[in-house]
């Protein structure tokens, strides 16, 4: 077997795996099957390559790609940041303020949408609020979650409420869910947002049937050991979260999940963190990889990224890559730091841990054996110049792709600095709906060049670069490939490039009018191979393009929002 039949036959083994595991028919749907020409979960299977076999567009005629349809959701405050879905021709997708929408995968036409009523108080309150970035499907339901702390379930036929579950209380603690759940068997998996607030990160897991709250899990001291790295109380309000969803290994039966920063995002104590300042100790499992036990939500393994962070670097991405390499099983998950690291998929362990970008100067390096941290730079109270990566990271929660014919990592690089305040902030000791970040920092070029962005093709799990594209901004949106070796760009100014995915060349490109901030993905429906792509502008990131490039960025129209489809004529 070579090495592509070998790539192509783990793929078809995920989708297998992915559809037995979504759950059976939905009307004329039916998940448990194999089928490429669906997209059923935020990361294409479980294996989150964001990666299409079907080959119908490719390197040979995508010049030929044209806008079949679009469609627009209205309200879209700040763009549309979600990931669609597609199972049996029918796409399905989130926009702001959780609106869920089912659309004729061929045509566009509408086949119905849920709008949500939430607490529009609650909302305006929020700073993360009110864009959704994604849904599950299975076992004839579509999931979304809230802002205002809900888990809901759609009838996937016709939209109606299967049942719609309170999980946390919004209101209190102006917490909720922005990303996508993930379905793993009988459970639906969901993390809360926002590190920068004052709560424990909870993750829950769902009945997909019912509703009812089966589990939850703590990312700030979830387990006895976890609080013990928390000096006093400052567990209770340490922050965490796992806001965008992780994925499921059903060799180990383990849940892989990404966990947000501790709060307050920076902290005074600088090098005397283990004893001192707002949160003193590791502060667990804040800014960590863990692994739960789907049907229980207890804590299997853990490796925390980066130790009591004190950069907003946290380990949120939800891109856990599982791949084969030389009899091992492995897990490639890149952190915000701009560091992706490589884990053995059965204890955890650190098996590589490689750098994405160049602008690195928070740590001088990271042991890629241990994955020890060496050479902190922890920053005491006062002005600091010149800290690489900015908060928005090296890397960002959209999701690169992996393609199994080429053997290669596509991955968006953030090359930008800050120069940063630290202020000593009044302890919070209970739980609040307050903001805790510690700092006032401002988006800065790098020492001797420009902020700028790159796309790479790289060996996953050495991090070996084949080829990259430099971008003027980075591309804030994810990205894909295809069987038709071919990997999508949606960049920043609003242009969608297709390039070679073997030797990085440039073959096709669409400019849609705004810049780009959620997901893209490839499906059939009717016999056609179609590319789906989200658009949309003025996300938390997006918003500071002005400032720090200038236009198009100035005049870009914001909270707007459009899923234009590609096909060949």
Same mark, same amino acid.
């Given at each position: ?45 479980? /294996? ?50 959780? /609106? ?180 003193? &100790? ?165 020492? &001797? ?8 093709? /790289? ?111």
């Amino acid at each position: 077997m070579t090495k592509d039949d070998k790539g192509l036959s783990m793929l078809a083994a995920g989708i297998v795996l992915a559809a037995s595991l979504l759950g059976g028919p939905a009307g004329a749907a039916d998940l448990n099957k194999e089928s490429p020409d669906d997209w059923l979960t935020y990361h294409g299977t479980y /294996r989150s390559y964001h990666f299409s076999p079907l080959d119908q567009i490719n390197a040979g005629n995508v010049k030929q790609l044209k806008v079949a349809w679009m469609h627009q959701p209205g309200r879209s405050t700040r763009g549309l940041q979600s990931m669609p879905l597609v199972a049996d021709g029918t796409l399905y997708y989130s926009g702001s303020y959780s /609106r869920v929408f089912a659309l004729d995968g061929a045509t566009g036409q509408v086949k119905w949408t849920y709008f949500p009523k939430l607490d529009d108080e609650l909302v305006a309150a929020q700073t993360h609020s009110p864009y959704n970035r994604g849904i599950a499907l299975g076992h004839g339901k579509v999931f979304v979650g809230t802002v205002d702390g809900r888990l809901i379930a759609l009838d996937m036929a016709t939209g109606k409420v299967a049942w719609d579950t309170k999980l946390i209380d919004s209101k209190k603690l102006t917490v909720g869910f922005t990303g996508a759940p993930l379905l793993v068997k009988d459970k639906v998996v969901i993390g809360a947002q926002g590190g920068e607030w004052p709560w424990r990160g909870p993750i829950f897991g769902v009945d997909a049937n019912t509703g009812e709250k089966k589990w939850e899990f703590f990312t700030v001291a979830g387990t006895e050991e976890a609080k013990a790295t928390w000096g006093g109380d400052s567990w209770r309000t340490g922050g965490g979260g796992g806001w965008m969803p992780g994925t499921y290994d059903a060799q180990t039966n383990s849940v892989w999940w990404g966990t947000g920063n501790p709060a307050p995002l920076y902290d005074w104590a600088g090098p005397e963190w283990k004893t001192k300042g707002p949160r003193p &100790g590791d502060n667990l499992y804040t800014t960590s990889v863990i692994a739960l036990d789907p049907d229980t939500g207890k804590l299997k393994f853990y490796h925390q990224e980066l130790p009591h962070d004190a950069w907003d670097f946290d380990s949120s991405v939800g891109e856990f890559l599982m791949i084969e390499r030389d009899g091992r099983n492995l897990m490639v998950h890149p952190n915000k730091s701009g560091f992706v690291f490589v884990y053995d998929r059965g204890n955890g362990k650190v098996a590589n841990v490689w750098p994405l970008v160049q602008n690195i100067n928070f740590v001088k390096s990271i042991d890629p054996k241990t994955g020890e941290l060496i050479g902190r730079r922890d920053m005491v109270e006062g002005e600091h110049k010149n800290l690489c990566p900015a908060i928005a990271g090296g890397i960002s929660w959209n999701s690169g792709a992996y393609n199994p014919q080429t053997g290669l990592y596509y991955k968006v690089g953030q090359e930008w600095c800050m120069d940063l305040k630290i202020v000593k902030t009044t302890p919070i000791l209970e739980p609040m709906a307050q903001l805790n970040i510690g700092a006032d920092f401002t988006f800065t070029n790098p020492v &001797g060049g420009k902020a700028h962005g790159h796309v790479s093709a /790289r060996d996953p799990v050495t991090g070996e670069k084949k080829w990259e594209v430099k971008y003027d901004e980075p591309p804030l949106a994810s990205l894909l490939s295809t069987g038709g070796n071919l990997v999508f760009v949606p960049d920043a100014r609003g242009v969608l490039t297709a390039y070679n995915a073997t030797t990085g060349d440039k073959l096709w490109s669409h400019n849609n009018g705004v810049g780009h901030n959620g997901g893209i993905i490839s499906y059939r429906a009717g016999g056609k191979q179609y590319v789906a792509v989200m658009t949309g502008w003025n996300s938390l990131v997006g918003e500071g393009y002005g400032a720090l490039f200038g236009e198009p960025y100035k005049s870009m129209a914001t909270d707007t929002g459009t899923l234009v489809v590609f096909a060949l004529p």
